[in-house]
């Protein structure tokens, strides 16, 4: 059984290039989130060993959602996926506790690469 992922994502599209990148890698998706509240409720409710996580989303950043799993102890392993690619922003999530900074565009090999690490 391949580790469970949760995908948290505004754009289907992206969810949907994620969820087959993974699935094709072995990973099970237990859930997919669009917004930031989803994503955090989620992450409680299902408890993945993995989250991606998009930095930008309709009513919350990417890092603010961090620091909720952060301060509230949630164990997955979480991998910030973003078309925002500036240090700054990839330094503020790392630093928060993100596992790696994949910026989009990228690669379902690149994808698989990274979390192989988790």
Do not use: W
Request: proline share 3%.
């Amino acid at each position: 059984m391949g580790k469970k992922v949760l995908i948290v994502d505004d754009s289907l599209y992206m969810r949907t290039l994620i969820k087959d990148a993974l699935e094709e890698g072995g990973y099970e998706i237990v859930g997919q989130a669009s917004n930031g509240e989803e994503a955090i409720d989620l992450a409680f409710e299902l408890q993945p060993d993995i989250i991606t996580l998009d930095n930008i989303l309709p009513d919350m950043i990417g890092t603010d959602i961090l620091k909720v799993y952060k301060d509230e102890g949630l164990p997955s392993k979480v991998y910030m996926i973003s078309a925002v690619g500036q240090n700054s922003v990839i330094e503020e999530g790392m630093s928060l506790g993100a596992e790696d900074y994949i910026v989009k565009p990228f690669t379902s090999e690149q994808l698989v690469q990274a979390l192989a690490k988790a």
